[in-house]
């Protein structure tokens, strides 16, 4: 493997992009906030070569941002230092709200991508004493939990019990994570509760109140 190359400067964020800064990095982390994910998920959701995803999660083992916790499975998750990139990227989303969409854009084929906005949006608002929600988008299933040290986002099948169940459209959920859209229209036309009616009106205030305040 070619040597990484290095900015060599004192400035913080040079050191940054040393680490964090070649292309697809930042977007296997983002997907490793969703939880531990295997190679080949990896692969099919960012849709990237496989020798360039190898280099990739190579220099990011070197680097002490993720690991492989259990040598005898094949799954990558954060490290404490990995899962400090979420401001990071969650800084980053919102100036990608300013810029225009490049036409034919491409949909990821799963959609780790979600998990991270929604625990950057519902956490400033969800009480830790709050109910479970279970969000249905496409094929894919995203359980949030609050808990005393903040929401956790968990992404796929879920042994934990949820209150409520809603279902909604990816592309709608990012017009509305990117202002496109307003919350009522959204929550009249674009989301649909499945269980647990006797919460609606709680989960349509907190979902107000969480996108609400970030557009």
């Avoid at 997907?31 to 998920?41: F, S, W």
């Avoid at 709050?130 to 040290?149: E, H, M, Y």
């Avoid at 709608?172 to 009522?184: C, Q, V």
Wanted: aromatic letters at 8%.
């Amino acid at each position: 493997m070619p040597e990484k190359r290095s900015y060599r400067l004192l400035c913080p964020i040079a050191r940054a992009l040393d680490v964090i800064g070649d292309r697809w990095t930042l977007l296997i982390l983002r997907d490793l906030h969703a939880g531990p994910a295997r190679y080949q998920e990896l692969q099919e959701g960012l849709g990237m070569a496989t020798n360039l995803l190898s280099t990739r999660l190579v220099e990011l083992t070197a680097a002490g941002l993720i690991h492989k916790p259990n040598p005898g499975r094949s799954a990558y998750e954060l490290t404490p230092l990995g899962r400090l990139t979420d401001r990071v990227l969650w800084e980053l989303a919102g100036f990608g709200t300013l810029l225009e969409h490049e036409p034919d854009q491409l949909e990821p084929a799963n959609l780790r991508t979600m998990a991270l906005p929604l625990r950057m949006l519902f956490e400033p608002v969800w009480p830790s004493s709050g109910f479970v929600v279970r969000l249905l988008v496409k094929d894919d299933a995203f359980t949030i939990t609050p808990t005393p040290s903040g929401v956790v986002v968990e992404y796929g099948p879920s042994d934990t019990t949820a209150q409520l169940t809603a279902r909604l459209d990816y592309a709608t959920f990012l017009e509305l994570a990117e202002g496109r859209i307003d919350p009522n229209e959204f929550v009249a036309q674009h989301l649909e509760i499945i269980d647990g009616a006797e919460h609606r009106a709680e989960f349509l205030r907190l979902l107000r109140a969480a996108f609400g305040q970030h557009v």
